[in-house]
């Protein structure tokens, strides 16, 4: 079992920054792909962006790329997810997820049962 516990969301005007933080209770995070799930009103959960356990692989929505960037410490079995020139249609709740796959950052939501809790990132234009 993972728990994952995530924090960093809030209220951002257009064109600013948020950093979410997402920490795992398990001891052997490096063998876990790490991701961030997000859903806005009305709109199906997609994936915003994946880090294999290494960290030498990631996977970001086209509609971020560039402006997203993942990371993860092993050691402090945290993932990160740095984002910049934020948008309103960014707004959402973001969900950290954890996949036991950790060499692929599948897409589908299906391929990860951990999931925290909800962290709410709202964008005002």
């Known amino acids: 079992q993972v728990q994952l516990v995530e924090s960093g969301g809030g209220l951002v005007q257009a064109g600013g920054s948020l950093r979410l933080s997402c920490e795992a209770s398990?001891?052997?995070?490096?063998?876990?792909?790490m991701g961030w799930f997000r859903q806005a009103p009305g709109k199906e959960r997609e994936l915003v962006a994946g880090?294999?356990?290494?960290?030498?692989?990631?996977n970001y929505a086209e509609s971020v790329k560039g402006r997203f960037t993942i990371s993860r410490d092993n050691a402090k079995k945290t993932v990160y997810l740095q984002m910049n020139n934020l948008k309103p249609e960014d707004t959402a709740l973001y969900y950290c997820v954890a996949s036991a796959l950790s060499g692929v950052v599948p897409a589908s939501r299906g391929a990860y049962p951990y999931w925290g809790q909800g962290t709410q990132v709202t964008v005002s234009s």
């Open positions: 398990r001891s052997t995070f490096g063998g876990y792909t």
């Open positions: 880090i294999t356990g290494s960290g030498a692989s990631t």
